[in-house]
Each structure stands twice: as C-alpha cells, then as structure tokens.
C-alpha cells in the first residue's frame, strides 16, 4: 500500500514497487561511457577516427577501476553505449554505414544497429565481442555491482540488420505500402507526405563524404525517429534513425488503450512487442540487472507493463528506469506521464524537473524556492533518479554554463539532489573531477557535452584513469578533493535517514527569516539557501541538509527556523537542547534550544560559495 501526508511542508511516502511487495534498496549509479571511460589516447583530433583517437575498451574496465567505484559508494554501473550502433568504422564481415545516416565517426549510440550485439570497438578482439562483454558483467558482478544497459525502444539506425539474430530483424515481413500496419515494425513514408516525395533526402548533402542519400531509402521512406513524416528530415531531426510501432498509429493520438494488456500472450501482441521481448530477455540471460530506458514516454504504457511483467517473471529483482519527460508533446498518455510509468511497473523515473530548477538558478533567475512545489509531487517524489549530469546534459563544470561557476558547483546542486528523497542516485563520469568539456570535440562541435558521436579523450578524466592506473596521481589537489567530497557524499546519504526517511522542507518557514541568507537587497529569504529536514520514522535518524548554492557570496550569519511542526515531524517537540553535527565536509558542531528554533533558530556557521552540510541531529 501506498499512503502519504502532507502537512506543513513534510512529505510522507512509503516506497512499494508494484509487483513486488518489498521495498527496493537505493541504487547509486555511476553512469560510464565505455567508448571514453578508459581511453587514455590524448591526440583529441575533432572528427578523428578509431585509429587517430582510440577507444575505451570492455578490459579497461578492470578491477582497479571498479574497486575504486565501489569504494565511493556505487552500487550500479550503467555501461552506456554497449550495443552495436550504426558506425563510420568497419570490420571482418561489417562495413563501415553510409556517413549519410551516421553522427560522428563513431556514431551515435542510440541509432542500434544489432540490438543482440555490442559494438566492436570496446572488444580487443573483435570477434570476441560478446566474450568479451560477458567477462565484464562478470567482473563487475564480483565486485558487487549490479549491472544497467540501455533500452533504446522508440528507434533504430536506418541500417538496423540483425546478424546474430536475423530472425529478429527489424522490418522483416512488414507491409511497406502502408503507413501504419499493426504489425509492422516501422511506420512507412506515403509518395504525398512532406518533403518532396521520394528519395529520402537527408540533411548531411553538404557534410564531407555524404550526399544526402541514402540508398534503400530510395523509394520507400521510413518515419524518422522522432516522429518526423518527411521524406526531407532536417539536421534538429533525428535523422539517423527509424521509429520503431508498437501496434498504434500515433497520429491517431494517445490513446492507446485497444492494445494488449500485461497478461496477453506473445502471440497475441503487436511484433515489435515480441521483438522487444526478445531482446530484453536475451541481455537479462547474458547477466545484465537492469537496463535505463531511452525516452520510454514515446512508447505505449500497455507494452511497458506487458514488457517489464515478463522480465520479471524472469527475474523478479530486474531494475527499470524511465528516461522520461512530460513536457514533450510525443508523450503518449494523457496523464503525468511519470506516474504512468511507474504504474506501469518502473522502478524509477528521470527527475528532470528538479535539475532544470537548480540550473536555472544560475542561467534563469530561478530561486532555491522554486524546488518547493516539486516536494509535492506525489509518490513519485521519491521513485525519481537525481542526477547533475549525464550524457545528456551540459557539464556543470563548463565555464559557459551553470554560471561559470566551474566545478565547485556541483557540490551544493548534487548534495540537495542526492538528499532530497529515497529514489536512485546518479554521477556521470568525470563529473567527479571536473571534467568541463571544452572546444570542439567532433560532430555536436562545442556544445558543453562531452560528446557521445566522437571517438576522444575526456582531458581531466585522463588524469584519474593515470593510463589504466585508476589512481587520480595526476588529478590538481582540488581535484583529488572534489573526489574525495563526492564520495562522502554518497556515503553520508547512506544512512536510514535519506535510504528510507521522509522530508520536511525548511525554506516556506523561513522566506520571511531575514537571516536565512540575504544577499544585497534582496527583502526575501530562499534564493541561494535551501534548507530540508529528513527522518526515518524506524530508528528515528534525523539530519538537516542547508546548501549555499551562491557562485560566489560566502553566508554569514545564517539561521535556519525550524517551526514547531518540524519538531512534531521529527518527534522531538519537548527536546530542551538540539546537538547537530556535519557528517559531510566540516567538523562543525552546533547546539541550539529547543525553544529558540521556531524564533531564533539555528546558527549556521559561515558557509562558503557553493557549500552544503548535512547535520546529523542528536541530542
């Protein structure tokens, strides 16, 4: 059962998988790009090959390196990338793609060219690929990692041919007259839609070695991966991909309501479905744990809760996690499409809300107060992955985002996120030591990211991986530090508190506190401080979490109120004295009166630009 309370600004959630009856441990997840992860190779030539720039490999995930992950606290290990994709680089028995439907050199690694293979340039011998992977799941396994690949559901690379398991190949028998067949596995171009009839033209004709064509796309066109129904799909598009049908027409809209149910038969359901099925179960047989879903709102929630019962029926423990928005108009339900999701039996959901409030505190005048309203956000306040960085997103270390601020900011962003609920944890590598992705790096050119299309060398992560090493000896000291600090925050968050605990929001009490961090003439309180209690109700473990998110203003004089209501949350409302102890970078001890919280408060000490503390409260 799932119950909450809200009252006053606590937040109550008792958090039950569906299906499973137990409550989930909190994953923490370090998200790793193998094409990056290891490689040491330092020529950083923009649109360089495999041969000029090289390549992480499978092996350069060894022991060294995990034992170091786990030591800062990992449990799961995202292997980003793993599957075969479309690529510029050829092989025995697979050539080079098309550049036309290529992104980068190395290509994209969510246009999957076999989604029963992994790419070729992780192995040191290629043909040994699947070999050489299976040791991998296996290392990580006997270091006490559980192991998370992607899902890519809505799309495949325009070259998608299966030759491990032909009979699965996306497009067999489909009836390619038709736009929309129920079992056909692509939505088909007609002669009259957008962008001049046949041939598929692409927007790559002015790109070297391309000509904007793509020759079994000649005269039948498929609808681009982001749902473009153009023969002419421009360079926005996700024009190195197909979508995939999963028995809707989604021109027809969202409802989707006439297709199958979670219990119906295999031979009962659309064919991508079976298709899917089958690739789900063939990577859970080859020791996979779970697997990040790939923007799983474009795809119906029937064939998310057929999909995920069937994996667990193969494995009852099996992970799922949304990449999700609900703000994107493809989505397809009419709901939030996050609490759809987790009904559909998702183990968590992407918490983008939450990390474009704390960016935009930076870039768009957003206040720390602006995150209030997402504490309410039902159950799936605490099933959301929290995270600074991933592939996706711009590195908070890249002087021309987050302020500028540089890598420092993200100690006060990544302690509220990791504090806030009891949902998975997530780091993206190099965040740890400030990799701030600078320049040109190949296809995307220099757009703050280190790139996913590009063989390179991610500079500062270079110096951890100390050529295959893994010590940091090359990390500057505030490197080393910043390493240091992200792994006692992972582990301060370790605790009852924040794994099974509830939360208590501070700043609506304290908007009208002129102590709780003013700066200039500010004649309200919570735009750089944000301040939140939790407590697990079991062992009464408390802490309060305060984070100065300022790039540049130390906070003085602070005081934190904590009204009587947050004293009757945490069960401590006759407590004459209150003892409270940073567990994350300082050794800082406050102690308060019970009766001067709600008026006074609590005296914070000096906190320096981009800080935090997490406070154990005693007695």
């Known amino acids: 059962m799932t119950w909450q309370i809200l009252l006053s600004g606590v937040f ?5 998988v569906p ?21 040491t190779n330092e020529t950083r030539k923009p649109g360089g ?74 192995a040191a011998d290629p043909a040994k690929r699947i070999d050489e992977f299976k040791a991998l799941v296996a290392r990580c396994h006997d270091h006490g990692f559980k192991v998370l690949i992607d899902f890519v559901p809505n799309h495949v690379a325009r070259s998608y041919q299966s030759d491990v398991r032909p009979e699965h190949s996306f497009g067999e028998g489909d009836k390619t007259g038709e736009f929309f067949d129920r079992d056909n596995h692509f939505f088909y171009l007609r002669p009259g839609d957008p962008g001049g009839g046949p041939p598929l033209k692409l927007p790559t004709a002015d790109l070297p070695g391309c000509d904007g064509l793509f020759p079994p796309e000649k005269e039948i066109g498929k609808v681009t991966g982001s749902n473009g129904i153009t023969w002419a799909p421009s360079i926005h598009d996700w024009y190195e991909t197909v979508k995939l049908n999963y028995g809707h027409d989604f021109t027809t809209g969202r409802d989707t309501s006439h297709l199958p149910g979670p219990d119906a038969a295999p031979a009962g359901v659309p064919k991508t479905w079976r298709t899917m099925d089958g690739v ?22 029937e064939f998310w809760r057929w999909a995920v019962k069937r994996c667990r029926d193969r494995d009852k423990s099996v992970f799922f996690c949304a990449e999700a928005y609900d703000n994107d108009p ?18 968590a959901v992407y918490d983008d809300p939450s990390y474009d409030v704390l960016e935009g505190l930076y870039d768009d005048g957003k206040w720390a107060n602006d995150l209030d309203p997402l504490t309410f956000t039902g159950r799936r306040f605490h099933r ?37 609920g009891r949902g998975p944890l997530m780091l993206y590598h190099g965040q740890e030591v400030g990799e701030p992705a600078i320049g040109n790096q190949g296809f995307a050119g220099d757009n703050s990211r280190t790139t996913i299309f590009d063989y390179w060398c991610m500079p500062e992560f270079a110096k951890w991986v100390n050529g295959g090493k893994y010590d940091g000896a090359r990390l500057s000291d505030d490197q080393k530090q910043l390493r240091d600090w992200y792994a006692r925050l992972i582990h301060a968050t370790s605790g009852p508190a924040f794994t099974h605990g509830e939360f208590y929001g501070l700043n609506h009490a304290n908007k009208e506190n002129p102590a709780f961090g003013r700066v200039g003439d500010e004649t309200a309180s919570g735009h750089w401080l944000y301040a939140f ?65 709600g008026t006074k408060g609590l005296a914070l000490p000096d906190m320096p630009p981009c800080s935090a503390l997490l406070l154990e409260i005693g007695e």
């Open 12 to 16: 109550l959630l008792a958090m039950i």
């Open 19 to 39: 299906g499973r009856g137990e409550e989930a441990p909190r994953p923490v997840i370090y998200q790793l790009m193998v094409r990056t992860f290891g490689n």
């Open 384 to 420: 959301s992955l929290r995270y600074a960085e991933n592939h996706d997103e711009v590195r908070i270390a890249n002087p021309k985002v987050w302020g500028g601020v540089g890598m420092k900011v993200g100690r006060p962003v990544t302690a509220v996120l990791f504090a806030l």
């Open 280 to 301: 789900l179960g063939y990577w859970q047989g080859l020791g996979v744990d779970g697997f990040r879903c790939d923007m799983a709102h474009m795809v119906p929630m």
């Open 533 to 597: 209690l939790r407590r697990d109700p079991k062992t009464r473990a408390a802490s309060l979490v305060v984070a100065n998110f300022h790039g540049s203003e130390t906070i003085k004089g602070a005081r934190v109120r904590i009204p009587d209501d947050a004293r009757m949350f945490l069960e401590r409302s006759n407590l004459e004295t209150w003892v409270f102890r940073d567990k994350l970078a300082t050794d800082w001890k406050g102690v308060a009166g019970g009766a001067d919280l």
């Open 49 to 122: 090959t495999l041969a000029e720039n090289g390549c992480g490999k499978f092996a350069d995930i060894n022991a060294k390196a995990l034992a170091s992950l786990k030591e800062m606290g990992f449990t799961h290990l995202w292997l980003t990338g793993v599957l075969e994709q479309a690529s510029g680089t050829s092989y025995p028995g697979r050539p080079a793609d098309d550049p036309d439907i290529l992104k980068g050199v190395a290509g994209s690694p969510y246009a999957i060219k076999d989604y029963f293979d992994v790419c070729p340039d992780y």
């Open 330 to 347: 493809a989505k397809l339900t009419d709901e939030h499409v996050l609490e759809a999701l987790l009904d559909a039996g998702f183990d």
